[in-house]
């Protein structure tokens, strides 16, 4: 929906990065939203049964995946986190296999659509159940501080409504009770499917809530991919080094309903998503790069075309491959050889 | 009456599976146990005594009173390399972990494919008999048993309690381990030294017979022995198979015993309704219905909630090796 307002473009600090280092995270943000459009256009063309989106996440993910150190760190996502995933290495070929559910998909198949699990890239696999993963990040970054792994650190990532859930707290807890690697990170879109955060807590600033379990708490805005790295890598580096957890909250907007298989205009209405729109991370992290000198016009539109053929690539190359034949239910379940009981 | 030989020791199930956990941590150093009060403590019926002085508390976690971060913590840790042994101070108190254990540990390589994996154990200590009350009681295999992905083993015999805990340890997939209270101090026998394994799934007939085959597990294996013995005295003899593991279940074994015996009695402590004796006897009509003489029966514990804490509320529930008997001489009877 195009929107009529003057777009506002946020101050902008490099926090250090380079020329290179912005232009990427913009590839990604804008990578991430053109997959998920994609999405989108397949499940309308009836391709596939289900889509999801997250645009006004992009900023938040893509500045967290700058933090995240490839090959030493392990990342532990929540399924809305497309940004995140590629940030950190995932190819837009291993996102259309996963919306096409195809047998080369992480869980050939298996897991709904950005549910991804990789070793090499030492992403743990994705759990629908909200919140279930926050324990298995702490699990992870006992293991790291069992074996003195030093440098290395978990991040885990949840949305607003995650943080409602018992598990949540007790993650959270024994991460502060032993001073694990990690950072927890909360990407705040303000809505848990149709519930507001007004119905989900008693005060809306979740970083607040760290003093209670003795780290810090950040709170960054979620439209600002610099600044979101910027808090990231310090809490990183703080984890990766002895110094303990740290909550960080990214205070973002989910601009688009919950899934393919949810309407937001039963609740809420289009003058709160058109206000919240003003501030669309994308067009603006581009306008600022422009103002900045970093990108040229001419580059951006490059940049963009490139990014159109790799989706466009990638979409016809997964759809080419087959599903996973019908006898594929019966494996992987357990370690050698099992009977099913029939 | 056990003895010690020069390669065993006579042990209680406790000293089973204390001895058989302490042989793991020192065997491997990606071992840990966390549990509540695992460590200064060494657990609530001293299974882990003094463990914390000798592997420290880094390896020997007392855990914040939290169930599901304890199992989804181990889900964690083993994604991670480690081997944890989870411990749920009373199988009672595991409810807050169902999504871990049916959700999550259940489901880490099916859902990745194979990417993930999940190698680690979850004790627990379950069952009557012991004045428990409602909340310190129950059995909870049923509710797990259900769930493909998971491996469920209940030892009731030392010696299977630490072939089956060293099975669990060493299997790359997760094992729900449960450990029946009252057989804790009460059994006793002996265990080979050394370190060796049974395998997950397979039952053993702890008494030949020829005239009715029982199928329990648990403390009920005990007094359907005693039982079974009882009536050898009268010429009756009965056939008494210990599953070990309720999942995968060893249909092979009592396959092979109902059709010698002909008839089948299944005994367990949880209650009837969906237990594991209605597997056993769906899988047994399904497979050698033609093969029996008599009706399958189950004996099993009344369907409420749990026992209750008052004596006669808690011998109403459970059953014993009298009941037991009248139940085998029906079945040989008929
Ligand atoms: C344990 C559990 N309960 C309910 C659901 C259904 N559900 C899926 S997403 C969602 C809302 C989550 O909101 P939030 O954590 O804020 O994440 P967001 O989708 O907004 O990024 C719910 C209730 C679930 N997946 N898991
Ligand atoms: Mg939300």
């Known amino acids: 929906m195009a929107s009529t307002a003057t777009p506002r473009t946020p101050d902008f600090e490099r926090h250090g990065l380079s020329d290179e280092q912005l232009v990427a995270m913009l590839r990604i943000m804008i990578l991430h939203r053109t997959l998920e459009n994609r999405g989108f256009a397949l499940n309308r063309q009836g391709k596939i049964p289900f889509a999801s989106a997250s645009e006004g996440h992009e900023a938040v993910q893509a500045g967290a995946a700058m933090a995240f150190e490839r090959g030493k760190d392990i990342l532990v996502p929540y399924y809305r986190d497309l940004g995140l995933d590629l940030g950190i290495g995932l190819t837009s070929y291993e996102v259309m296999l996963s919306l096409f559910a195809r047998i080369d998909d992480h869980s050939a198949g298996r897991q709904f659509p950005h549910h991804y699990a990789s070793k090499k890239l030492g992403l743990y696999t994705i759990s629908s159940v909200i919140a279930a993963q926050t324990s298995h990040a702490v699990g992870a970054a006992y293991a790291i501080k069992l074996r003195k792994e030093s440098g290395r650190a978990v991040l885990t990532t949840f949305g607003d409504g995650a943080t409602s859930e018992g598990e949540w707290h007790e993650s959270v807890n024994f991460a502060a009770v032993h001073k694990l690697p990690i950072v927890f990170l909360c990407e705040n879109n303000e809505w848990a499917i149709s519930t507001p955060l007004s119905a989900q807590m008693g005060q809306p600033d979740l970083y607040k809530r760290a003093a209670g379990y003795g780290m810090p708490g950040v709170v960054v805005n979620g439209f600002d991919p610099v600044a979101c790295y910027a808090v990231t890598k310090d809490a990183m580096d703080r984890a990766r080094h002895g110094g303990g957890p740290t909550l960080i909250e990214a205070k973002c907007y989910r601009f688009l309903s919950h899934t393919t298989d949810d309407d937001d205009r039963s609740y809420r209405t289009r003058a709160e998503v058109e206000e919240r729109r003003k501030e669309d991370p994308v067009p603006a992290f581009e306008r600022a790069l422009l103002e900045q000198g970093v990108l040229t016009k001419g580059s951006l539109d490059e940049l963009k075309a490139s990014i159109l053929a790799e989706a466009n690539d990638a979409t016809d190359r997964a759809e080419a491959v087959p599903y996973a034949p019908p006898g594929d239910l019966f494996t992987r379940l357990y370690e050698g050889p099992w009977e099913p009981w029939q | ?334």
């Open chain 2, 1 to 334: 009456m056990a003895v010690a030989t020069s390669s065993s020791q006579v042990l209680n199930n406790v000293e089973a599976v204390r001895a058989t956990l302490y042989e793991a941590l020192k065997n491997d150093d990606k071992v840990v146990i966390l549990g509540e009060d695992v460590g200064n403590r060494g657990n609530v019926f001293l299974i882990t005594k003094d463990f914390v002085k000798e592997f420290g508390t880094e390896r020997i976690i007392d855990t914040p009173i939290a169930e599901a971060s304890i199992v989804g913590i181990a889900v964690g840790m083993a994604m991670e390399g480690l081997r944890p042994i989870a411990e749920i101070q009373f199988a009672d108190f595991i409810y807050p972990a169902f999504n871990q254990i049916v959700g999550e540990a259940a489901k880490t390589r099916y859902r990745s494919n194979g990417e993930y994996t999940c190698p680690m154990v979850i004790r627990t200590p379950y069952g009557g008999g012991v004045r428990g009350a409602l909340s310190h009681s129950v059995s909870v295999e049923a509710l797990f048993y259900h769930v493909p992905g998971l491996k469920i083993v209940v030892p009731s015999f030392p010696a299977d309690v630490k072939g089956l805990l060293n099975a669990a340890i060493d299997d790359p997939d997760p094992v729900l381990f449960l450990e029946h209270k009252k057989t804790y101090r009460l059994i006793k026998g002996e265990v080979p030294d050394g370190h060796y394994v049974i395998p997950i799934g397979k039952a053993d007939v702890k008494k030949e017979g020829s005239q009715l085959t029982v199928v329990s597990y648990g403390l009920y294996v005990h007094w359907a022995l005693e039982a079974a013995n009882q009536l050898e005295g009268d010429g009756i003899s009965v056939e008494v198979i210990d599953l070990r593991s309720v999942r995968p279940m060893d249909k092979t074994a009592i396959l092979e015993s109902v059709r010698k015996t002909r008839k089948l009695l299944i005994i367990h402590e949880d209650n009837k309704f969906g237990g594991i004796g209605a597997e056993i006897s769906a899988m047994v009509a399904e497979e050698a219905l033609f093969d029996l003489d008599a009706p399958i029966r189950r004996l099993a514990a009344p369907d409420v909630p749990a026992m209750g804490y008052a004596m006669p509320l808690e011998e109403a529930y459970m059953s014993s090796p009298a009941k037991m008997a009248d139940a085998m001489r029906d079945m040989v009877k008929f």
